[in-house]
């Protein structure tokens, strides 16, 4: 999924990404089968833009992200940060990466440790990583802590003395102490108070102006990708299904998923709200061991057509930069229900 | 707020820096009466039985003989030094050798003039003998104090205790650690291990092995340990399957820490929390694991002290009842005390009463 339109570098490419993990069952613990919580994703992330990845719970937004940072063994794709495919490199080699990719996690109370004080917190990667004196990390650490607006003084508390917010902060800190060019944002306004995730937001794009970063803002949040986003991605079942930048998505979504999701979004505006269609999906989403075959989309879509069921869409670059897989878009509608149907003559052939 | 930060770093105990958290720890367990009661009175008696030789001793602290003045509890003097017969190491409770130094000088003796090892030569009566004022507990069926026998014991008890519990601490975190935090093939192939390991019968493993070498403490200490291990992994692998799922376990990786470092700095203070909680009654069942050695004369060599020994004495000489009674009371305030201390330490690290 190259995207031609942007002149600009790619700092991440992701090729074919497929992330399945082993079910085991029975006495011998054999091998049953898999859950492919993601499953063939490719995109490109430019340097100094923020891809929003989007999708509703369970779809395999998280385990990308971390794949990404390899906190997952993948299995299967590529990943090229900074020119370099981190997918297959060794384990010290990997160290050795570390610092260019970091990443924000979603709980802030779960992601710094409550035994450790905000010093040695922010510390921590310093120490792996730099051999600067104590005094120098001391003094790096409250560089961090100014930029991301923590009060010097609170260096010597424990986590469980600050707020949702300024917990965030601290985890944000830690992520920048050594200068990443990469940061995977996982979903890290999720769990915190709509008053803070506007703050929080906020000093993730003052940050990303001041360092020159380049973020994966995963989240379920479609008004705050919105807002941050340069280009977004929707995933489903372990798939992207489209992907374009911003605006092109939110006023002219392609495939019926996003358009679903869209139409989730709450309207502030009373007198609109009354009048936003809404389109209710029915059914659940498929187990992600035991996708449906086609389109994984196919059970729920509203507008599901015989080789829905078939055939997998292939992602297509249906406008400049505005990628989608869905088999409604691959030509026409006419010439597509006619390869549906060649599709199901042959299928039928097949079965006598 | 200044004013809390500022008695957080002030806040100290025992000179170490205190964080808030250890305070309400610590006043949860001073809360707790009878474990913060039952630790002074263990580490009383324990720190007591630690300077034995100066409470129950055959040989004198300090003599002044002649002008000149002895320490006989460190150092071995011949019987003709006081002005004796013979060359042999003087015997300060013979009758004769008290009148010889007496008239020439004084000594100042322990509280109980015995050693565990000292026999009673002026008993009088057959042994065991009923307690009176020269052997206040009675003595043991060879005419021993009975008395400095149970302070010795109780050394040797709850010294192999400690070390056999720090030991197996030692021990059980690592492989608890180990299996918790990679899980997976290790941890089936470490815990079926387990489960054979723990099939074993260990007594039998001691019966045979008395037959050719004489069990001594370190001995014991060793065979113990290759069993005793196991008693608090299973709480360690489950602090550790859930630490490691943590985020900022998942963090610290993503920043590229080793898993030797992550399991240290990040994991293991969270899991010792459940250790810790385990710890005395751990101490506990290694105490009587030595105590049921020794009363069924597997233990430590003979002669030596221990309050299964005594016990052992105590059934088969049912005609000196002092002797069972007594080391059965000890045994029991000694366990008794543990458990306590045992309840506040769990009351102490209980999260529903440490949380804000």
Same mark, same amino acid.
């Given at each position: 999924?190259?995207?031609?339109?942007?002149?600009?570098?790619?700092?991440?490419?992701?090729?074919?990404?497929?992330?399945?993990?082993?079910?085991?069952?029975?006495?011998?613990?054999?091998?049953?089968?898999?859950?492919?919580?993601?499953?063939?994703?490719?995109? $490109?992330?430019?340097?100094?833009?923020?891809?929003?990845?989007?999708?509703?719970?369970?779809?395999?937004?998280?385990?990308?992200?971390?794949?990404?940072?390899?906190?997952?063994?993948?299995?299967?794709?590529?990943?090229?940060?900074?020119?370099?495919?981190?997918?297959?490199?060794?384990?010290?080699?990997?160290?050795?990466?570390?610092?260019?990719?970091?990443?924000?996690?979603?709980?802030?109370?779960?992601?710094?440790?409550?035994?450790?004080?905000?010093?040695?917190?922010?510390?921590?990667?310093?120490?792996?990583?730099?051999?600067?004196?104590?005094?120098?990390?001391?003094?790096?650490?409250?560089?961090?802590?100014?930029?991301?607006?923590?009060?010097?003084?609170?260096?010597?508390?424990?986590?469980?003395?600050?707020?949702?917010?300024?917990?965030?902060?601290?985890?944000?800190?830690?992520?920048?102490?050594?200068?990443?060019?990469?940061?995977?944002?996982?979903?890290?306004?999720?769990?915190?108070?709509?008053?803070?995730?506007?703050?929080?937001?906020?000093?993730?794009?003052?940050?990303?102006?001041?360092?020159?970063?380049?973020?994966?803002?995963?989240?379920?949040?479609?008004?705050?990708?919105?807002?941050?986003?340069?280009?977004?991605?929707?995933?489903?079942?372990?798939?992207?299904?489209?992907?374009?930048?911003?605006?092109?998505?939110?006023?002219?979504?392609?495939?019926?998923?996003?358009?679903?999701?869209?139409?989730?979004?709450?309207?502030?505006? =009373?007198?609109?709200?009354?009048?936003?269609?809404?389109?209710?999906?029915?059914?659940?989403?498929?187990?992600?061991?035991?996708?449906?075959?086609?389109?994984?989309?196919?059970?729920?879509?509203?507008?599901?057509?015989?080789?829905?069921?078939?055939?997998?869409?292939?992602?297509?670059?249906?406008? =400049?930069?505005?990628?989608?897989?869905?088999?409604?878009?691959?030509?026409?509608?006419?010439?597509?229900?006619?390869?549906?149907?060649?599709?199901?003559?042959?299928?039928?052939?097949?079965?006598? | 707020?200044?004013?809390?930060?500022?008695?957080?770093?002030?806040?100290?105990?025992?000179?170490?820096?205190?964080?808030?958290?250890?305070?309400?720890?610590?006043?949860?367990?001073?809360?707790?009466?009878?474990?913060?009661?039952?630790?002074?009175?263990?580490?009383?008696?324990?720190?007591?039985?630690?300077?034995?030789?100066?409470?129950?001793?055959?040989?004198?602290?300090?003599?002044?003989?002649?002008?000149?003045?002895?320490?006989?509890?460190?150092?071995?003097?011949?019987?003709?030094?006081?002005?004796?017969?013979?060359?042999?190491?003087?015997?300060?409770?013979?009758?004769?050798?008290?009148?010889?130094?007496?008239?020439?000088?004084?000594?100042?003796?322990?509280?109980?003039?015995?050693?565990?090892?000292?026999?009673?030569?002026?008993?009088?009566?057959?042994?065991?003998?009923?307690?009176?004022?020269?052997?206040?507990?009675?003595?043991?069926?060879?005419?021993?104090?009975?008395?400095?026998?149970?302070?010795?014991?109780?050394?040797?008890?709850?010294?192999?205790?400690?070390?056999?519990?720090?030991?197996?601490?030692?021990?059980?975190?690592?492989?608890?650690?180990?299996?918790?935090?990679?899980?997976?093939?290790? $941890?089936?192939?470490?815990?079926?291990?387990?489960?054979?390991?723990?099939?074993?019968?260990?007594?039998?493993?001691?019966?045979?092995?008395?037959?050719?070498?004489?069990?001594?403490?370190?001995?014991?200490?060793?065979?113990?340990?290759?069993?005793?291990?196991?008693?608090?992994?299973?709480?360690?692998?489950?602090?550790?399957?859930?630490?490691?799922?943590?985020?900022?376990?998942?963090?610290?990786?993503?920043?590229?820490?080793?898993?030797?470092?992550?399991?240290?700095?990040?994991?293991?203070?969270?899991?010792?929390?459940?250790?810790?909680?385990?710890?005395?009654?751990?101490?506990?069942?290694?105490?009587?694991?030595?105590?049921?050695?020794?009363?069924?004369?597997?233990?430590?060599?003979?002669?030596?002290?221990?309050?299964?020994?005594?016990?052992?004495?105590?059934?088969?000489?049912?005609?000196?009842?002092?002797?069972?009674?007594?080391?059965?009371?000890?045994?029991?305030?000694?366990?008794?005390?543990?458990?306590?201390?045992?309840?506040?330490?769990?009351?102490?690290?209980?999260?529903?009463?440490?949380?804000?």
């Amino acid at each position: 999924m190259l995207d031609a339109a942007s002149s600009k570098k790619p700092l991440v490419e992701v090729r074919d990404l497929k992330m399945h993990f082993p079910i085991y069952a029975g006495l011998l613990r054999r091998r049953v089968g898999e859950v492919k919580a993601v499953d063939g994703v490719s995109f $490109d992330v430019f340097e100094g833009e923020t891809l929003g990845l989007v999708g509703e719970s369970g779809c395999g937004k998280s385990t990308c992200g971390r794949a990404l940072l390899r906190l997952y063994e993948v299995t299967d794709g590529s990943i090229t940060i900074d020119g370099v495919d981190i997918a297959t490199l060794s384990n010290s080699e990997l160290r050795e990466k570390r610092p260019t990719m970091q990443m924000v996690f979603q709980d802030p109370q779960a992601s710094l440790n409550p035994r450790m004080t905000v010093q040695a917190i922010i510390q921590e990667p310093l120490d792996e990583h730099t051999t600067l004196s104590t005094k120098e990390k001391q003094q790096k650490v409250y560089d961090l802590m100014d930029a991301v607006g923590l009060n010097r003084r609170f260096a010597g508390r424990y986590p469980h003395a600050f707020s949702g917010g300024q917990r965030q902060r601290i985890g944000i800190a830690r992520a920048l102490a050594l200068n990443p060019k990469f940061i995977v944002c996982d979903e890290p306004i999720a769990a915190l108070d709509v008053s803070i995730q506007a703050q929080v937001v906020n000093l993730l794009e003052d940050l990303q102006e001041q360092f020159g970063l380049t973020y994966l803002f995963i989240s379920h949040d479609l008004s705050m990708v919105r807002h941050i986003a340069t280009r977004v991605a929707v995933m489903y079942l372990g798939k992207i299904v489209e992907l374009a930048p911003r605006e092109a998505l939110y006023s002219a979504p392609l495939h019926p998923y996003t358009e679903a999701l869209l139409s989730a979004v709450p309207e502030p505006d =009373p007198s609109i709200e009354a009048k936003v269609e809404r389109i209710i999906l029915q059914g659940d989403v498929p187990s992600p061991s035991n996708p449906p075959k086609g389109c994984n989309f196919c059970t729920r879509c509203p507008k599901v057509m015989p080789i829905c069921r078939q055939a997998e869409p292939p992602t297509r670059e249906v406008r =400049p930069g505005h990628f989608t897989a869905c088999h409604l878009h691959e030509t026409t509608s006419q010439t597509t229900e006619k390869t549906a149907a060649q599709y199901e003559a042959n299928e039928r052939q097949h079965g006598e | 707020m200044t004013a809390a930060a500022d008695t957080e770093h002030r806040d100290r105990f025992l000179g170490m820096k205190v964080t808030p958290l250890a305070r309400r720890r610590l006043d949860n367990f001073r809360a707790n009466r009878r474990g913060f009661i039952s630790l002074w009175l263990f580490l009383i008696l324990f720190v007591g039985s630690l300077f034995a030789e100066f409470i129950a001793n055959d040989k004198p602290i300090l003599v002044k003989y002649d002008g000149g003045y002895y320490m006989p509890i460190f150092t071995m003097y011949p019987e003709t030094t006081f002005g004796g017969e013979f060359p042999t190491e003087a015997d300060y409770n013979d009758p004769v050798l008290i009148k010889l130094v007496e008239s020439k000088g004084w000594m100042i003796r322990p509280p109980i003039p015995w050693h565990h090892t000292s026999v009673n030569y002026q008993l009088g009566t057959p042994a065991p003998a009923k307690p009176g004022p020269r052997n206040w507990l009675g003595t043991d069926d060879q005419a021993r104090d009975l008395l400095a026998r149970l302070i010795y014991g109780f050394r040797i008890s709850v010294l192999f205790g400690l070390i056999l519990t720090v030991a197996s601490t030692v021990i059980g975190v690592a492989a608890g650690a180990v299996q918790g935090y990679f899980g997976g093939w290790v $941890d089936l192939g470490f815990q079926r291990f387990m489960e054979i390991w723990s099939g074993i019968p260990r007594l039998y493993v001691l019966i045979i092995l008395a037959s050719f070498v004489e069990p001594s403490f370190w001995w014991l200490l060793g065979i113990l340990l290759l069993f005793h291990w196991m008693s608090l992994v299973s709480v360690v692998r489950a602090e550790f399957l859930r630490g490691r799922q943590q985020d900022y376990v998942r963090a610290a990786r993503a920043l590229g820490v080793s898993d030797a470092v992550i399991m240290f700095r990040h994991v293991l203070p969270n899991a010792m929390v459940a250790a810790l909680t385990l710890l005395p009654f751990v101490l506990n069942s290694s105490i009587t694991a030595l105590t049921s050695l020794d009363f069924l004369g597997l233990g430590l060599p003979p002669g030596s002290a221990s309050l299964g020994e005594i016990l052992a004495q105590g059934k088969a000489n049912l005609q000196a009842p002092w002797i069972g009674i007594t080391s059965f009371c000890v045994l029991a305030a000694l366990l008794s005390l543990l458990i306590f201390v045992g309840e506040a330490v769990r009351d102490a690290f209980d999260p529903r009463k440490t949380m804000v």
